[in-house]
């Protein structure tokens, strides 16, 4: 199977997706002549042209109203922000318009429009551009939340996110635009609000998504070498979020150990804890314990930065911990 | 810190216990592991020991009277602790209420007292066969201070997980009495996995004594479609176990000879019938696994090791203790060994490792001039062997009629297990034994 940076899989899920319908197109800042900031969208202005793929201007609640207005008329826009920082800037779109105009409609509007672009923090960009902003969107009843981990799961996911009739939020990562995984030149979706089990252990559940799969797997990994076996429970959609998967891990394994990108306060993990509490009740055989960045801004500072991510030391001392083993 | 004293089940179907004696008065110091007071259960007279150190501060119910397991019965503490909160969390002692389910009204006392918990403090509780009593001392539980564990010594509640509650129901033990390994003592999946095991343990440890228990010490043979369907249409027919009976009539003449020869030697020779019986029917068990089983329902458990159970009569009822290992054991072992347990059985002092654990039963009636009888399997076993009176016959031969001393005996064959040719084939074993009874000491 061909392997291939996840830039290049979100790249052919756009190609694919426009190739197979051509009511799907692309806007945004910089996505057309200089090809993306990130270079998601390279060779799609040449193959697809300047109707299909549009520079905008830099005002993020601008566009993304014409792109829900281009929805409300039979078109399937994809919304490029240059990162989910600025992204913040349209939210009464996304929120407002996109969230809410099939219910204010009374069934009259579907808005089939994605949302994507990187979210959460890359390296030294500070405060006001290191933000994880899953639990923000998934609070919105209207809005799916979809945030792959691995190139795998964001074609896929990507792929499906086009084609839903529904407004999807899709939250890249730019430390994720250079990983690599193996691709299939197959056509193939990964459906949303489906999770998917990473690596199977017995001892306990890592619950994580995003970028933070990958941090699961390589804390995985070293804990192996303890004789701790984990399972690595990818949620891939935040929402609607897969209990079943959550629910099946966590009765095998009875601890688990949530770890996610964001805040602590109201973030995703606090969603899968109160699933657990409700679902797996009688299979605990500990406290869960979340694993988070620090309730801060984010800091420049390096070394403050680092101390402020979720890590693998940290998220190794939560799966002792709830093992009883510290 | 402070240790309560539970009723605890003594046996692995005691619901209650009659507290017959104190052993130790309040004031009198204790030492874990001492006896403080004798306890009837529905099998035997037990001894209750205690669970910590300390001074016994308060007893909770007087001699002869019964409480349900895994009510408070007493304190141990030391001499200045206080102890008001513990004692008013055991309700009324002095009046009991017959029916009104008193440990019920304690565990609500506790838990509100308590401030929370939804841990159910061991409200009486059927035991099924096979549920393990709590681990004594003898448990191969971590030797912390019982005080960091079950009871937290300061009237708190059991700090256990939801996974470890649900476990201990499931497996029907009594989360109060076991050890939690947890941070701050809480009992978690592991601590009742040993607690369970630790019981499991315990008659095989007993049983020990011989031999150790080992992994060989059974074979489980799953079912073939044909005992499938036997076990199914039998018990259709007559249910649950679908019994058929085999008798034969044994010439005693050999072992009467024998008896006779070895009174003579001297009175550490003496023997009896039945231990001669006994003694043979072991041998031909170890002969005749298919017989040496357990019916487990989706399998037979073939026995390698044979634990004969003999029917005692005791006042109180029929009791069967155990003689573990018994085709190992010399007729003067086993002749030894059956007197003390039925000693101890018609004195309810036997302990419960003492009469579980058997493979294969035998009922003697003979002492009381019963010809031949049929007895109940005691299930999981798969046969039981009833024996009568042994009788002068006239017997034809070729010389004239001679008298012979003979005896019947019927067994009764667990349809489901065990076909009729596989019975009589443990029988004939058993007369070539019986009327050879040389070939037991070979």
Not at chain 1, 237 to 260: C, F, G, Q, W, Y
Not at chain 1, 292 to 317: C, F, G, S, W
Not at chain 2, 330 to 355: D, F, G, T, V
Not at chain 2, 381 to 404: H, K, M, N, R, Y
Request: proline content about 6%.
């Amino acid at each position: 199977m061909p392997v291939i940076t996840y830039r290049d899989a979100l790249n052919h899920a756009l190609r694919e997706e426009m190739q197979r319908d051509d009511r799907v197109f692309l806007m945004g800042e910089e996505v057309a002549v200089y090809q993306g900031a990130y270079k998601v969208s390279k060779g799609l202005l040449q193959e697809f042209g300047e109707m299909r793929v549009v520079d905008t201007p830099i005002t993020e609640l601008g566009f993304a109203g014409v792109g829900v207005g281009a929805a409300m008329v039979g078109l399937r826009p994809i919304i490029e922000f240059m990162t989910w920082n600025f992204g913040i800037l349209a939210l009464d779109q996304v929120l407002n318009s996109a969230a809410k105009l099939l219910y204010m409609s009374g069934g009259q509007y579907n808005i089939p429009i994605v949302f994507r672009g990187p979210n959460g923090a890359a390296l030294q960009l500070s405060a006001q551009h290191s933000q994880a902003f899953e639990s923000w969107l998934a609070h919105i009843p209207g809005l799916k939340v979809v945030t792959p981990g691995t190139p795998y799961d964001a074609k896929g996911l990507l792929k499906s996110a086009i084609r839903d009739d529904n407004p999807v939020c899709f939250l890249e990562g730019e430390m994720l635009y250079n990983t690599k995984g193996e691709v299939p030149d197959e056509e193939y979706v990964v459906p949303i609000g489906q999770a998917d089990l990473k690596r199977e252990g017995e001892h306990c559940s890592i619950i994580t998504n995003g970028k933070m799969v990958l941090l699961a797997m390589q804390v995985a990994d070293q804990l192996a070498k303890d004789g701790i076996n984990v399972d690595v429970v990818d949620l891939r959609t935040v929402r609607p979020m897969d209990v079943d998967a959550i629910r099946t891990s966590v009765e095998k394994t009875n601890r688990a150990v949530v770890l996610e990108e964001g805040w602590e306060i109201c973030g995703i993990g606090t969603q899968v804890v109160d699933y657990i509490q409700r679902e797996c009740f009688d299979s605990l055989d500990a406290p869960v314990i979340r694993v988070h960045q620090a309730d801060v801004p984010m800091p420049y500072a390096k070394n403050l930065e680092r101390a402020a991510k979720p890590d693998a030391a940290k998220t190794i001392a939560a799966v002792r911990k709830v093992m009883y083993l510290d | 810190m402070a240790t309560k004293v539970f009723m605890e089940a003594l046996s692995p179907t005691m619901e209650e216990g009659r507290l017959v004696k104190w052993l130790k008065n309040e004031g009198d110091a204790v030492k874990s592991g001492d006896p403080i007071a004798e306890v009837e259960t529905d099998k035997a007279i037990m001894e209750l020991v205690a669970r910590g150190d300390g001074i016994l501060r308060k007893r909770l119910v007087a001699e002869n009277e019964s409480r349900p397991v895994g009510q408070l019965v007493g304190v141990i503490a030391t001499a200045d602790e206080n102890i008001d909160a513990l004692i008013a969390g055991a309700g009324a002692p002095a009046a009991p209420a017959p029916e009104a389910k008193p440990a019920e009204q304690a565990v609500a006392k506790t838990q509100e007292q308590a401030g929370a918990s939804s841990v159910p403090q061991n409200a009486p509780q059927a035991q099924g066969e096979g549920s393990p009593p709590p681990p004594a001392k003898s448990s191969s539980a971590p030797a912390a201070p019982q005080t960091t564990g079950g009871s937290t010594g300061n009237g708190g509640p059991i700090r256990s997980s939801p996974l470890a509650r649900r476990l201990a129901s499931e497996r029907g033990l009594d989360i109060s009495q076991v050890q939690g390994s947890g941070p701050a003592g809480r009992i978690i999946k592991r601590d009742i996995e040993s607690a369970v095991s630790a019981a499991a343990a315990k008659p095989a440890a007993a049983a020990g004594v011989q031999r150790a228990a080992g992994a060989g010490d059974f074979e489980d043979i799953p079912l073939t479609q044909i005992r499938k369907t036997i076990a199914k249409r039998l018990a259709e027919s007559i249910g649950p176990i679908p019994t058929f009976y085999l008798t034969a009539e044994f010439d005693l003449s050999r072992v009467t000879e024998m008896r006779a020869a070895m009174a003579q030697m001297g009175d550490e020779f003496k023997v009896s019938v039945n231990d001669i019986l006994m003694k043979a029917v072991a041998t031909a068990l170890a002969q005749h696994p298919e017989v040496n089983s357990h019916w487990l329902g989706d399998k037979i458990r073939q026995h390698h090791r044979v634990h004969l159970g003999m029917a005692v009569a005791t006042p109180d009822g029929l009791i069967v203790p155990v003689i573990f290992d018994a085709d190992q054991k010399r007729m003067s072992e086993i002749s030894h060994e059956a007197k003390e347990l039925a000693k101890r059985a018609r004195e309810r002092k036997l302990k419960p490792e003492e009469y579980t654990g058997s493979t294969f039963s035998i009922s003697n009636l003979g002492m009381f001039g019963i010809d031949q009888f049929t007895a109940i399997i005691n299930p999981p076993e798969v046969s039981i062997l009833a024996i009568g009176t042994a009788q002068d016959v006239v017997v034809p031969g070729p010389d004239g009629f001679t008298v012979q001393k003979r005896l019947r005996v019927t067994m009764s064959c667990d349809h489901r297990a065990v076909d009729g040719a596989v019975g009589a084939a443990f029988l004939q074993t058993l007369r070539r034994l019986i009327e050879n009874p040389l070939m037991l000491v070979f």
